[in-house]
């Protein structure tokens, strides 16, 4: 592992960027836990404060220090996207090596539902759920349902990995020696498609932080968890753009950009680095 | 734009300019001081005349108004009108005028009679114009069409001084321009008419509001947010406001408060609902709402237009004295000067814009509210039998005691940031509570399906001192329990053998008995007492003028009628407003 | 003939009943299981800005929406409903532009829409695939390799957050483009030249951000589609054949490269319509984004349900058309 992450630090300057930012983003995550102040409470310092030495990011008309609420902000976009990514993925696997093993009528069935998910306009759906889900809408819940949103393009990746591992001597020889389907799937698939299911997984969690930023903009998601989204939401709510408070439409994004674009070029690394072939899933971006 | 003559139904009603410009009602009550005075009689030619139990109304309508096709408007239009929505399933009003009117008279071509099918003293509230009221339709269009419900009733005839001359299929705008015959309409005895051509336009978002009046693009936006008024205040010295200075607002007689269900376990008891007022820092929540740029009140009225003279200034005295028990000993919980404190930490970043004058504070920002004193509120929720567990609160029984707060979404910021500073301070007093923004909250406080909100149910006519307006729907006649769709504003469901006799004595006498304003009054002494819901403050629209332009714009020191341009009474302003000389 | 039906042309449009089947019923469960009662909804709407309703109007208001709401009988039955009245074209009235229907206000909205999501994903689609094909064809070219870098740095930021930046910068600090809007007010939209112009110059922020977003993508898979080729035979044979550089990129590598990009842009479509949405809703562009954010606001659920099956219909649509249209492209499908 260390020596797979010397090779990229080496060889690949995506990953030098991708390793330089998501280290901010790490360190921004572990700041959250020793931050001096409480990211539930305004009026803590004084309000529409400028960038300083003292206040990095400024503060907020809300009283906030933005820099250390943005810790907050930043743990919790992550948390919701690994969320969404675990949940995704367990219905991403199970759909995709059962269709992908199984064939036959039960793979048209599957993957007829799976690429309607595919090309079902995902935001008008999410509006709907979130406009309806709105007094009970907090982190989980939003995982959840993400979660429930975010796996077909991936289940159709892996399962046209199992369709080719399928034809690999070994799957054969295991069927002639009596082992059954699911011990085959689960034995001697899965190690092939976990590298996939990896880099399927960082996709993923860019996708759900996104969309996250897009529901909390239109007030959709729980408004008093700090989130990249949320951060923007009450930015606008306070008409920070016009009242000159521009560090407070600023922070949010450029921290939004490095956590964005570092996951993204490890995506990108990583997927090359794990099988050159697997390109495919470069065409369309979620 | 659609037909909507029938009543207040759809949102471009009234940002169109429809009911500004071209539709017209028996009466106007003013929201503030008004022209000539709160009442002004349009359409009608004198005020309603009861007969002595109030089962007959008499309408006397005004001579020489004609509609804008050159059709002259009678009791004809008037009976029509009425006479339709009666009959109509569909029409709003309907339920109301099927309900009360058992038939109509029309002795002559300027006069109709209402036969009422029970005592009704306020019948009249219908007719008259405080945002919205039934406007009058022409009968010479309406007779001529199938199904009036559908009908568009596009290009609108006009009874008001200007006609609609184009619009924008996507409702981007609408241009509006004077009529020739603008004399013949019933706001020209009040002033020349001089805005040639009006438009209203829908500008998007607080923040390209702000951008466009300061490029002088538009003469009058609202619905901005405090920070976009300070803006304004600062680059933008042509605006004007309704105060000269911070807050700026113009408070429309609407009521922000805390809204509780008096049904919940524990909120039903008055320590409790005393506990979570004394726990509210509302300096904090003025600075957090409108960034201290708010009007609060102590008391269940808003403070705005003659309220304060009519009820806040009267009851003052009352309210330095007024006790409560806590903890067994009597404990006064007013706090003169929760205003003052608001300014002052106003004053911390915004400056010289804050008033420092202790009497234009009162008058602007409002006088006292209830002290922040959580060591009261810790007693007080003792009294009432609750326990504190691990530090949050629960019900007597151990169980849990949590008290979500409601509040309105991303469409109204400054009441959406006022609920989050209000949890803030709950929670900090050990009460388990969230904020729950909704879009659309009042469906669930009909149903009674929330804990507390942070909404209004309490709205005035803002001139007239009369509170039959809200009150009517508390009398406990209407009660229904949580669970089931409340049917008025009294979603908090609270029931009080005092306050029936107050409303059913309201309901006896006249509309302008003096003795009114001591029942509200009384009210006012009950609510407090109560506390059923705690009140908070005015509901303050930065509605901003541009004199770049225009001038003769209402404000505190001319305060003829309410600019905020979405109300009805915002035709007063066409008369006071002039184009400046060059 | 008979095997393309039988292998193409039927699975296509099962699939295409499939999506529109899984998306229907999809929006009509969802509202069913909210807490919150529309024809209650409606009615708080008109009591909550001070109305001098008196309880007895609004209870027979109450009745008479539950009728035109279609919410009377079992759950069964308003389902065969619903299926009704969309198959009718009738999506209800607009609760907050009541009575008018919500499918005459998407069909106003709509245009906007379309008018500018079609050509930034022509646009966005072209660039990158030709700019993807040359920079793999030219490896050494550095305005490319600088395209690239730009189109991977912003793909994967949201669309909001392009939105956003561009209209702050360019709209706001340095204003060289409209900050809001389709067209100025006061103006009717018309096919004079004059309004073209200033409909193009409205358009060319909202445009860059779709266009912004969506290029890279298509410029990385062509890259690496294009990449396998030119490593393949009938590349080298051409080279070594003599044939113009150009001439090969064009006819040999792009055309084989185009057909599985084709396929991406059928699959990305629901992706780049929400991302058009929330573009909308930044810029105030008049179409379906700035449709639904109202809707949101002003609680129109009727409204909100409309877009949805509007943009699930119209989505499926496009790609089903897509489909079809694919065979004219690919001799494989029409000979196997």
């Known amino acids: 592992m260390l020596k797979v ?10 990953f030098r960027i991708a390793f330089v930012f998501l280290t901010a983003v790490v360190v921004m995550i572990l700041l959250s836990f020793v931050s001096p102040y409480d990211p ?144 085959i799937t689960i034995n001697e698939h899965l190690p092939f498609v976990l590298p996939i299911v990896f880099a399927t997984t960082i996709n993923n969690i860019l996708w759900s932080i996104g969309m996250e930023v897009t529901l909390s903009i239109l007030g959709l998601s729980d408004l008093t968890t700090p989130t990249i989204g949320t951060a923007l939401f009450w930015a606008n709510q306070h008409g920070a753009l016009v009242a000159g408070v521009w560090w407070w439409i600023a922070a949010p994004t450029l921290v939004a950009i490095i956590l964005f674009l570092g996951l993204y070029l490890l995506f990108m690394s990583i997927n090359e680095y794990i099988d050159p072939r697997t390109r495919l899933r470069l065409i369309g971006g979620e | 734009m659609t037909s909507t003559a029938g009543g207040a139904a759809t949102a471009a009603f009234w940002i169109c300019g429809l009911q500004q410009l071209a539709l017209d009602a028996l009466w106007y009550i003013d929201p503030d001081a008004g022209i000539d005075g709160v009442w002004d009689n349009a359409l009608a030619s004198e005020p309603p005349i009861y007969n002595d139990d109030f089962t007959q109304m008499t309408v006397k309508l005004r001579e020489g108004i004609y509609w804008s096709d050159g059709v002259e408007f009678t009791a004809d239009d008037l009976y029509y009108t009425v006479d339709l929505l009666k009959n109509t399933p569909g029409m709003s009003n309907h339920g109301l005028f099927d309900g009360s009117i058992d038939h109509l008279e029309q002795p002559d071509r300027n006069t109709v009679v ?163 007022t004394l726990a509210i820092d509302i300096a904090q929540v003025a600075l957090a709402s409108y960034k201290g740029a708010a009007t609060i009140s102590a008391i269940h009225v808003p403070p705005t237009g003659m309220y304060p003279q009519y009820y806040h200034e009267p009851l003052e005295p009352w309210l330095n004295d007024f006790t409560i028990q806590v903890g067994g000993q009597d404990y006064k919980p007013y706090d003169p000067t929760a205003a003052q404190r608001i300014a002052d930490l106003a004053r911390e970043s915004l400056g010289d814009l804050v008033p420092t004058d202790p009497d234009t504070i009162k008058q602007y920002i409002g006088a006292g509210w209830w002290k922040y004193d959580l060591d009261a509120a810790e007693q007080l929720m003792l009294d009432a039998g609750m326990q504190k567990i691990d530090g949050k609160w629960a019900l007597p029984d151990g169980s849990p005691f949590s008290v979500p707060l409601m509040s309105l979404g991303e469409s ?26 909704q879009a659309n909250l009042w469906p669930i406080m009909d149903a009674g399906e929330y804990a507390a909100a942070l909404a209004w149910t309490i709205e005035t006519w803002g001139g007239h001192p009369d509170l039959f307006f809200f009150l009517n729907s508390w009398h406990s006649r209407f009660y229904v329990p949580s669970g089931q769709p409340d049917m008025g504003s009294n979603s908090m469901r609270w029931q009080n053998a005092d306050l029936d006799r107050i409303i059913d004595t309201m309901q006896r006498i006249s509309f302008d008995d003096p003795q009114g304003i001591e029942l509200g009054q009384e009210y006012c002494k009950l609510a407090v007492q109560e506390m059923p819901i705690t009140p908070l403050m005015a509901y303050n629209v930065f509605t901003t003028m541009d004199t770049t332009y225009f001038t003769g714009y209402p404000s505190i020191d001319d305060p003829y009628t309410n600019p905020v341009p979405n109300w009805g009474n915002t035709k007063y302003m066409f008369v006071k407003v002039k184009p400046r000389e060059a | 003939m008979r095997r393309f039906v039988l292998r193409y042309l039927i699975p296509r449009i099962t699939q295409y009943l499939t999506i529109i089947f899984v998306g229907v019923t999809v929006t009509f469960v969802i509202p069913r299981l909210s807490p919150t009662d529309p024809v209650e909804a409606q009615i708080s709407t008109i009591t909550a800005r001070g109305s001098t309703l008196d309880p007895q109007s609004i209870e027979s208001m109450r009745v ?173 044979f051409a080279e070594t054949a003599g044939l113009k550089k150009n001439k090969i990129l064009f006819s040999y590598i792009i055309r084989t490269a185009l057909l599985p990009q084709l396929t991406g842009l059928a699959m990305t479509l629901g992706t780049v319509f929400s991302g058009a949405l929330i573009m909308e809703v930044v810029f105030g562009y008049p179409g379906l984004g700035s449709l639904t954010i109202r809707a949101i606001y002003s609680n129109d659920y009727s409204m909100i349900m409309g877009i949805t099956i509007y943009s699930i219909i119209g989505v499926a649509t496009a790609v089903f058309l897509m489909d079809l249209l694919y065979p004219l492209f690919d001799p494989r499908v029409r000979y196997q």
């Open chain 3, 64 to 236: 008479a929406l539950t009728e035109l709401y279609g919410l009377s009988g079992s759950p069964v039955e308003q389902y065969f409903a619903f299926w009704g009245r969309l198959l009718r074209g009738d999506l209800g009235p607009s609760l907050s532009n009541f009575p008018t229907p919500v499918s005459e206000l998407i069909g106003q909205a709509l245009p906007y829409t379309l008018g500018l999501l079609v050509p930034a994903l022509i646009i966005s689609w072209t660039m990158g695939n030709l700019l993807g094909a040359m920079s793999s064809y030219y490896p050494k070219n550095r305005p490319l390799n600088a395209i690239e870098v730009l189109g991977q740095v912003v793909r994967p930021i949201p669309y909001y957050i392009v939105a956003l930046v561009l209209l702050v910068v360019f709209g706001y600090f340095v204003p060289i483009f409209p900050f809001s809007g389709a067209y100025p007010i006061g103006t009717h939209p018309n096919w004079s030249i004059e309004f073209i112009l200033t409909y193009i110059y409205h358009a060319v922020l909202p445009a860059a951000t779709l266009v912004l977003v969506g290029f890279g993508g298509w410029f990385v898979g062509m890259k690496s589609l294009t990449s396998n080729i030119i490593s393949e035979d009938y590349v080298e």
């Open chain 1, 5 to 14: 992450l010397r090779d990229l630090l080496k060889y690949d300057d995506r």
């Open chain 2, 412 to 437: 109204n910021p400054t009441m959406n940031r006022a609920a989050a500073m209000v949890v803030e301070n709950w929670a900090a007093f050990g009460i388990d509570t969230t904020l729950d923004a």
């Open chain 2, 114 to 276: 209402f036969y009422l099918k029970a005592p009704n003293s306020r019948f009249h509230a219908a007719f008259t114009v405080r945002w919205g009221a039934q406007y009058i339709m022409p009968k010479h269009i309406f007779e001529q069409v199938e199904d009036p419900v559908a009908f568009k009733y596009n290009p609108p005839v006009s009874l008001g001084a200007y006609t609609l001359r184009d619009f924008d299929p996507n409702g981007k705008w609408y241009l509006w321009e004077r009529r020739e015959d603008w004399q013949r309409t019933s706001v020209a005895r009040l002033g020349e008419v001089s805005v040639k051509y009006v438009m209203y336009i829908d500008p998007g978002p607080s923040d390209k509001r702000v951008i466009a009046q300061i490029a002088h693009e538009l003469d009058v936006i609202h619905d901005i947010t405090p920070e976009g008024r300070i803006t304004l205040a600062r680059e933008s010295p042509s605006s004007v406001g309704w105060f000269p200075s911070f807050p700026w607002a113009h408070p429309d007689p609407t009521l922000p408060a805390i809204i509780y269900n008096n049904e919940r376990p524990g909120l039903d008891k008055k320590e409790v609902r005393w506990a979570l």
């Open chain 1, 40 to 183: 539930c409470k305004s009026f803590v310092v004084p309000w529409d404060l400028p960038p300083s030495r003292e206040h990095l990011f400024g503060t907020t008309s809300r009283g906030q220090d933005l820099f250390w609420w943005l810790t907050y902000a930043v743990r919790n976009s992550l948390f919701l996207g690994v969320m969404t990514a675990i949940i995704s993925r367990v219905i991403a696997v199970l759909v995709g090596l059962t269709a992908g093993y199984r064939g036959g009528w039960l793979d048209r069935v599957l993957m007829s539902i799976n690429d309607s998910f595919v090309i079902l306009p995902l935001l008008p759906i999410l509006i709907l759920l979130g406009f309806l889900l709105r007094s009970r809408m907090n982190l989980f819940y939003l995982a959840v349902i993400l979660g429930l949103f975010g796996w077909p393009f991936d289940a159709r990746l892996i399962r046209s990995q199992v369709l080719s591992l399928k034809e690999r001597s070994f799957t054969r020889t295991a069927v002639y020696s009596g082992t059954s389907g699911f011990w």
